[in-house]
């Protein structure tokens, strides 16, 4: 039988999650923005709707909205969704309360996080799902309609949150250092630009990868050796 998947919200990360759904499911797009809702679907070919009742038949209804939305949102799709549906909500730092919870015991309700960047990823960086479920036929499900990312996982997704803040904040921190030791050599600002932006994060990756030069790797080996 053919899963029906609903995507509610398209913005920016809904969009990345409904442009990598799989052809094999029966995709629908839900906004209150129409002319958002109408380009996603007509762009990864779905249907879409403007209200939640529309999601009342879908198998996967993924929740993809801003952290104050969600919870009134889950508790609404508590009364519509059918017996067995699984509702995933993708908002980093929002989480299921147990009130909604408790409002529809025959819904699946799964905390289910990104480890990324918006923007990277719909640059093509990969990224990394946390899934906070530990029945197996759940997850087999919510992973086949995210074949869009790196790796899918079950795990602890309440410290995604977490870790996605302190790579952000010291991202930030390390962009800004950058910037201010550059100002002195004069340069334009689209100089710094690409210091930051290529150099700086292509650094990164390659000492995420392994694949540092020398003495890079000798510096890398020093501070973390550092306390």
Same mark, same amino acid.
């Not at 380009?39 to 879409?48: F, Q, R, T």
């Not at 969600?70 to 508790?75: A, H």
């Not at 952000?168 to 690409?194: H, Q, T």
């Not at 650094?203 to 540092?212: F, G, H, I, K, P």
């Given at each position: ?9 398209a ?25 958002k809702?109408?380009?996603? !679907?007509?762009?990864?070919?779905g249907a879409y709707a =403007? ?8 198998d996967?209804? #993924? &929740? *993809?909205?801003p952290?104050?939305a969600?919870?009134p ?8 969704a059918k ?8 908002a ?12 529809n ?6 905390d289910t996080k990104?480890?990324?960047h ?8 990969p990224?990394?799902?946390v899934v906070?479920?530990?029945?197996? !036929?759940i ?5 086949h309609? =995210? ?7 079950m795990?602890n997704? #309440? &410290? *995604? ?11 930030i921190r ?5 910037r ?9 600002k ?5 210091v930051?932006?290529?150099?700086c ?12 030069g020398h ?7 020093k ?5």
């Amino acid at each position: 039988m053919t899963l029906k998947v609903a995507v509610i919200g398209a913005g920016r990360m809904g969009s990345i999650v409904g442009k990598q759904l799989p052809n094999d499911v029966e995709k629908l797009i839900i906004d209150t923005d129409e002319t958002k809702a109408k380009a996603l !679907a007509e762009e990864i070919g779905g249907a879409y709707a =403007l209200t939640l009742d529309a999601a009342k038949d879908a198998d996967i209804i #993924d &929740v *993809v909205l801003p952290t104050p939305a969600v919870n009134p949102v889950m508790g609404q799709l508590a009364d519509i969704a059918k017996d067995g549906a699984i509702l995933m909500n993708m908002a980093t730092s929002a989480f299921i309360d147990e009130a909604v919870r408790a409002k529809n015991p025959k819904v699946h309700m799964i905390d289910t996080k990104i480890i990324g960047h918006a923007m990277s990823m719909s640059q093509g960086s990969p990224c990394f799902v946390v899934v906070n479920t530990e029945d197996q !036929a759940i997850f087999d499900k919510i992973q086949h309609i =995210l074949p869009g990312y790196k790796k899918v996982v079950m795990g602890n997704s #309440d &410290v *995604v949150s977490e870790i996605n803040a302190i790579g952000s904040s010291e991202g930030i921190r390390a962009a800004v250092k950058v910037r201010k030791m550059l100002k002195k050599y004069d340069i334009p600002k689209d100089w710094e630009d690409i210091v930051i932006y290529t150099v700086c994060a292509g650094t990164m990756r390659s000492y995420v990868e392994n694949d540092l030069g020398h003495f890079a790797r000798e510096l890398a080996d020093k501070l973390e050796a550092e306390e």
